[in-house]
C-alpha cells in the first residue's frame, strides 16, 4: 500500500474537496439522532407541537444535504481513483515494454494481461471505494462513541464491551481473506494463460483433433479455480455470520439494557433513541469492515504483483552516457563474441566484420545459433564475453533507442496487428509519404495480391495475420522493415513461406539497396548465394566462411547442402541426356 499511496500522494489536491465532503455528511449525520431526541421528548412527550415543523424541515435539510455532500465525495473519490489506476497501469505497460526478451521468455501472456487489467480494477476498487469508506467509517466510530458516553457512560460501557470480539473476528477475517485471494489470482492467471493460449491456437487445435484434450485441460484448471472460489466463501462464511451475531446482540443489549435506564430515570426514552441511532452508526462499520477488508486485502494481493513485475530491473537498458553517432553506416563487427543462454553457451568465439552495404547470409541446422546471432546486434540480448560493434562503437555504448532506430528486423515468427494492411505496413515508422509506400510494396510483392483484394490497402486482417497465407504475411513483414528505412536490415528467415519466383523478385530489389547492410537467415541456397559473405553455424560455433563460389571449392559443409537441395535437378538433368541418346 505504501507504493499506492505514492501515487495517491501526486493527487492529493483532488481529495481536498470530497474530503470536506466527508467530513460534512458525518456532521449532518450526527444530527440525525438529536432530532430523533427532540422530537419524542420535546414534541411526543412535552407536547410542544410548535417546533414539530422546525424539526422536520431540518430533517428534510439533513438529508438534502447528506446527498448533495455525498455525490460530491463519491464523484470525486472515483476520479481520483481513477487518474490513480490509469497512472499506475500506463507505468506497467511503460516497464514492461522495456522488459528484455530474456523476461518475456519465463512468463505468460495470460499473466501480464491478468495484471494490467483484473489487478488494476482491484486497485481502483480499493482506492475509489473501500478505503475512503474505510476511513468514514473509522471516523463514524470515534465520534459516534464519544457521543455514547456523553448520553450515559454506563450504558456506553455495557454495549461497548461486546464490540471487541467483533473486530478480532474482522481482522481474521481480512487475514484469511488476503492469504485466500493471493493463491486465487495466482491461479486466475493460469486459467486465463490455459484460455488464451486455446483460443489464439484454436485452428491448430481443430486441426489435430485435440478439442478433447484442450477441454480437459481448461475444465481442469477451471475446476481448481472453482475450488479456490469456493474456499474463499468457506472463510466467508466461517466469520461473517458470527460478526453479524454480534452485531445483533448489541442491539438487544441496547434495548434490554436501555429500556431498564429509562424505567429507572436514568435517561429518557429520547435519549435512548438518540443511544441507539450512535449505536448504529458503530454496528454498520462493525458489519462492513469484514467486506471492506476483502477488497483491501484484495488490492494488497493485486499490488504485490503489479510492483513486483515494475520491481524487475531490465538487464539490457540504456548507458549512464550513451554516444549518439552524428553518422550511421551499418557496419557491423563481432569481436570474439560468446553467448550464454541459462549458463549454456549458445553462441562461441563468433568473429565476423561486415562492412557497410554488405550483405551476409547465415546458414545452420535448427538450434544453430543463427537468431542469436542477429539478436546480439539490436542488443535484444547481451553478449556474454566479447564485444558486437555497430559503425566501431559498442553496442552497450550506444542509446537503446538509437541503436534500434538504425535497425530493421523480419523475425522469424511474423507476427501483424489486427488491422489493415496499410497500419501494419506503416508500423515501423510515421510520417510515410505515399511514394516510399508504394515504392516498399511493390519491392516486397505485397501490392501483388493486394491489388486483388476488395478493400485493398484497407483491408482488415485478423488477430496475428489470420486470413493471409504465410507467405503474404511475410510480404507485408519485408514492407514494414523497408518502410523503416534502417542502416541496417534483418530477415530472419523471412523468405521460407515464398515461392522461388516472388523470393527472387525481393531479392532483385534487397540487391538494389547498396546502402543497407543486410544480415539474411535462410535455410536455402537460393535465399543465400548473392551475399557477400556466408557464413556456416553448427553448435554455435562458425565452421565455415565465404562466398558461394569459395565454399563450394571447399567442398564442406555449405557444399554438402548445396548437393542435397540441387540433387533432384542433376538427377533430371541425367535423365534428359538419356532420352536424348
Known amino acids: 500500500m505504501k507504493r499506492i499511496l505514492k501515487y495517491l500522494w501526486k493527487y492529493k489536491y483532488l481529495y481536498i474537496i470530497p474530503i470536506l465532503s466527508m467530513f460534512i ?12 431526541q427532540k422530537i419524542i421528548d420535546d414534541v411526543i412527550k412535552a407536547g410542544n407541537h410548535g417546533i414539530l415543523s422546525r424539526l422536520l424541515l431540518a430533517l428534510l435539510g439533513i438529508t438534502l444535504g447528506r446527498g448533495i455532500f455525498g455525490y460530491i465525495r463519491e464523484f470525486l473519490f472515483d476520479y481520483a481513483g481513477a487518474k490513480v489506476t490509469f497512472d499506475i497501469r500506463n507505468d506497467l505497460f511503460k516497464h514492461i515494454q522495456k522488459l528484455p526478451f530474456s523476461y518475456f521468455d519465463g512468463i505468460n501472456t495470460g499473466e501480464l494481461m491478468s495484471r494490467t487489467t483484473e489487478d488494476i480494477n482491484n486497485i481502483w476498487n480499493a482506492i475509489g471505494f473501500a478505503i475512503m469508506f474505510f476511513i468514514e467509517q473509522v471516523l463514524y466510530l470515534i465520534i459516534a462513541t464519544t457521543l455514547l458516553f456523553t448520553i450515559d457512560w454506563k450504558l456506553a460501557l455495557i454495549c461497548l464491551s461486546i464490540m471487541p470480539p467483533m473486530l478480532f473476528l474482522a481482522m481474521k477475517l481480512e487475514k484469511k481473506i488476503g492469504e485466500a485471494y493471493e493463491k486465487l489470482s495466482d491461479q486466475s492467471a493460469v486459467l486465463n494463460t490455459t484460455a488464451q493460449e486455446n483460443l489464439a491456437g484454436v485452428r491448430l487445435v481443430k486441426a489435430f483433433g485435440r478439442e478433447k484434450y484442450e477441454l480437459e485441460k481448461f475444465f481442469k484448471q477451471n475446476e481448481e479455480n472453482y475450488e479456490l472460489n469456493l474456499n474463499q466463501a468457506r472463510i466467508w462464511a466461517k466469520y461473517h455470520p458470527v460478526i453479524e451475531f454480534f452485531s445483533n446482540l448489541v442491539l438487544v443489549v441496547v434495548i434490554s439494557a436501555g429500556g431498564i435506564f429509562v424505567v429507572g430515570n436514568h435517561i429518557t426514552l429520547g435519549e435512548l433513541v438518540k443511544f441507539n441511532g450512535y449505536i448504529m452508526m458503530l454496528i454498520w ?32 537498458k540504456s548507458p549512464a552516457n550513451p554516444i549518439y553517432p552524428t553518422k550511421v553506416q551499418g557496419e557491423i563487427i563481432f569481436d570474439n563474441v560468446s553467448f550464454k543462454y541459462k549458463d549454456q553457451y549458445v553462441l562461441k568465439n563468433i568473429n565476423i566484420n561486415v562492412p557497410a552495404g554488405s550483405t551476409v547470409a547465415i546458414m545452420g541446422a535448427t538450434g544453430a545459433g543463427k537468431t542469436s546471432i542477429i539478436n546480439l546486434i539490436g542488443r535484444y540480448y547481451d553478449c556474454t564475453e566479447g564485444r558486437v560493434l555497430f559503425d566501431g562503437v559498442d553496442v552497450k555504448s550506444l542509446d537503446l533507442e538509437f541503436l534500434r532506430d538504425n535497425i530493421s528486423v523480419v523475425m522469424q515468427d511474423t507476427f501483424l496487428f489486427s488491422d489493415t494492411i496499410e497500419e501494419n505496413i506503416k508500423f515501423s515508422t510515421e510520417n510515410v509519404s505515399e511514394e516510399e509506400f508504394n515504392k516498399v510494396v511493390m519491392e516486397s510483392q505485397v501490392d501483388d495480391f493486394v491489388k486483388e483484394m476488395e478493400e485493398g490497402y484497407q483491408t482488415v486482417i485478423g488477430e496475428r495475420g489470420v486470413g493471409l497465407s504465410g507467405g503474404q504475411k511475410q510480404r507485408i513483414s519485408i514492407a514494414r522493415a523497408l518502410l523503416k528505412k534502417s542502416k541496417v536490415l534483418i530477415l530472419d528467415d523471412a523468405t521460407s513461406a515464398l515461392d522461388m519466383e516472388t523470393e527472387y523478385q525481393i531479392q ?5 539497396r547498396k546502402d543497407i547492410t543486410k544480415f ?28 558461394h563460389k569459395t565454399l563450394l571449392l571447399k567442398k564442406g559443409r555449405y557444399y554438402e547442402i548445396y548437393s542435397e537441395q540441387f540433387k533432384d535437378l542433376d538427377i533430371l538433368a ?4 538419356e532420352e536424348v541418346i
Open 285 to 316: 462499520p462493525l458489519r462492513l469492515m469484514g467486506w471492506l477488508t476483502n477488497i483491501i486485502a484484495r488490492c494488497n494481493a493485486s499490488a504485490k504483483r503489479i510492483f513486483a513485475i515494475m520491481d524487475v530491473e531490465p538487464e539490457i
Open 25 to 36: 455528511a458525518i456532521g449532518l449525520d450526527m444530527l440525525n439522532p438529536v432530532i430523533y
Open 574 to 577: 541425367d535423365g534428359l541426356k
Open 520 to 547: 539474411i537467415i535462410a535455410h536455402r541456397i537460393s535465399a543465400v548465394k548473392n551475399a557477400d559473405e556466408i557464413i556456416i553455424l553448427d553448435k554455435g560455433e562458425i565452421v565455415e566462411q565465404g562466398n
Open 508 to 512: 532483385k530489389a534487397l540487391e538494389k
